[in-house]
């Protein structure tokens, strides 16, 4: 009895280690790959290196092993609970997102002043010479003289094309005959101011950075004041004596033109310099002398600056 006895107690004793054993196996927990596609996976892990985690199937824990790379991977969650995070999904936020769209946005264009449509204003001075217009008369010189002219504009705009009106405060001088009964009168020289009121169109085209104009219009001119005459004595004695008091009011009309070039172009201000020729239509046949005014033709280079009205 007792023989069988002990075999048996062996038999139960290896049943049971065996037994245990294999309850720990089945209760052993197991290690949890989470992707970066959001899946997840049982598995047995045995190793990591620096690119691959190395595993077997949970299911499987002495079967063949495999590999994931760990690019793939975002974390480990560890049989004892400790999560092991591997790549960090990247976090896009907002704040990331409008430094990047904001370089790739492109900037509308600014328009310069005179690719705008609107009004503007400006200020403009020249200077030039006076050449009195075809006499017919034994009373005055021909030849050419100083001239000068500033004042303001006004005008519009659309699409390269301006319109505008000039008031220009102009002042010319003129020569007079020495008659030969005038003795000892070295020269004679007369002085004349006048309101000028250009109307005129211009055209602009642009060559490289350049904007260049071509302007074609008409003038009317009224004498400012009575004007004087200057008399230069053999001795160079200068006496000044008012001139033709009865001019002012009378009106002198005639055609003007001349060529433009924008030298600084902003989106509301432009700078720019030009030539001008004022021809009267008029001539100086019925001149008297301290009595009716001098027709002139002027020519003048001048320069200004143009501001934007429109917003």
Same mark, same amino acid.
């Given at each position: 009895?007792?023989?069988?006895?002990?075999?048996?107690?062996?038999?139960?004793?290896?049943?049971?280690?065996?037994?245990?054993?294999?309850?720990?196996?089945?209760?052993?927990?197991?290690?949890?790959?989470?992707?970066?596609?959001?899946?997840?996976?049982?598995?047995?892990?045995?190793?990591?290196?620096?690119?691959?985690?190395?595993?077997?199937?949970?299911?499987?824990?002495?079967?063949?092993?495999?590999?994931?790379?760990?690019?793939?991977?975002?974390?480990?969650?560890?049989?004892?609970?400790?999560?092991?995070?591997?790549?960090?999904?990247?976090?896009?936020?907002?704040?990331?997102?409008?430094?990047?769209?904001?370089?790739?946005?492109?900037?509308?264009?600014?328009?310069?002043?005179?690719?705008?449509? &609107?009004?503007? !204003? $400006?200020?403009?001075?020249?200077?030039?010479? =006076?050449?009195?217009? #075809?006499?017919? /008369?034994? +009373?005055?010189?021909?030849?050419?003289?100083?001239?000068?002219?500033?004042?303001?504009?006004?005008?519009?705009?659309?699409?390269?094309?301006?319109?505008?009106?000039?008031?220009?405060?102009?002042?010319?001088?003129?020569?007079?005959?020495?008659?030969?009964?005038?003795?000892?009168?070295?020269?004679?020289?007369?002085?004349?101011?006048?309101?000028?009121?250009?109307?005129?169109?211009?055209?602009?085209?642009?060559?490289?950075?350049?904007?260049? &104009?071509?302007? !074609? $219009?008409?003038?009317?001119?009224?004498?400012? =004041?009575?004007?004087? #005459?200057?008399? /230069?004595? +053999?001795?160079?004695?200068?006496?000044?004596?008012?001139?033709?008091?009865?001019?002012?009011?009378?009106?002198?009309?005639?055609?003007?033109?001349?060529?433009?070039?924008?030298?600084?172009?902003?989106?509301?201000?432009?700078?720019?310099?030009?030539?001008?020729?004022?021809?009267?239509?008029?001539?100086?046949?019925?001149?008297?002398?301290?009595?009716?005014?001098?027709?002139?033709?002027?020519?003048?280079?001048?320069?200004?600056?143009?501001?934007?009205?429109?917003?």
């Amino acid at each position: 009895m007792r023989s069988l006895l002990k075999p048996a107690l062996v038999f139960s004793l290896i049943l049971g280690v065996c037994i245990f054993a294999t309850a720990q196996v089945k209760l052993k927990k197991p290690d949890v790959i989470q992707k970066i596609d959001k899946t997840s996976l049982e598995v047995v892990i045995d190793e990591i290196n620096k690119t691959d985690i190395l595993y077997r199937k949970a299911n499987d824990p002495k079967g063949p092993l495999y590999a994931m790379p760990k690019k793939e991977v975002r974390k480990i969650i560890w049989n004892n609970g400790d999560v092991e995070d591997i790549t960090l999904a990247p976090v896009v936020s907002q704040q990331s997102v409008q430094p990047v769209l904001a370089k790739t946005e492109i900037a509308p264009a600014s328009l310069l002043f005179w690719d705008k449509t &609107g009004l503007f !204003a $400006g200020l403009r001075v020249g200077a030039g010479v =006076g050449i009195t217009a #075809t006499s017919n /008369t034994t +009373s005055l010189s021909s030849g050419s003289r100083f001239a000068y002219n500033v004042g303001a504009t006004l005008g519009f705009r659309a699409k390269a094309i301006g319109v505008q009106v000039d008031a220009l405060y102009t002042g010319a001088s003129y020569t007079l005959r020495v008659p030969g009964t005038m003795q000892g009168v070295k020269s004679v020289n007369g002085q004349q101011n006048n309101l000028v009121i250009p109307v005129m169109a211009t055209f602009y085209t642009k060559i490289s950075k350049t904007r260049l &104009g071509i302007s !074609a $219009g008409g003038f009317a001119s009224m004498q400012a =004041g009575p004007g004087s #005459t200057k008399i /230069t004595s +053999s001795e160079n004695k200068i006496s000044n004596v008012k001139n033709c008091s009865t001019c002012t009011g009378e009106a002198i009309f005639g055609i003007v033109g001349g060529l433009s070039a924008t030298v600084v172009e902003r989106a509301n201000h432009s700078i720019f310099i030009d030539a001008r020729y004022y021809h009267s239509l008029g001539d100086n046949t019925g001149y008297k002398i301290a009595e009716t005014g001098v027709k002139l033709n002027v020519g003048a280079i001048g320069a200004g600056v143009l501001f934007n009205l429109s917003r």
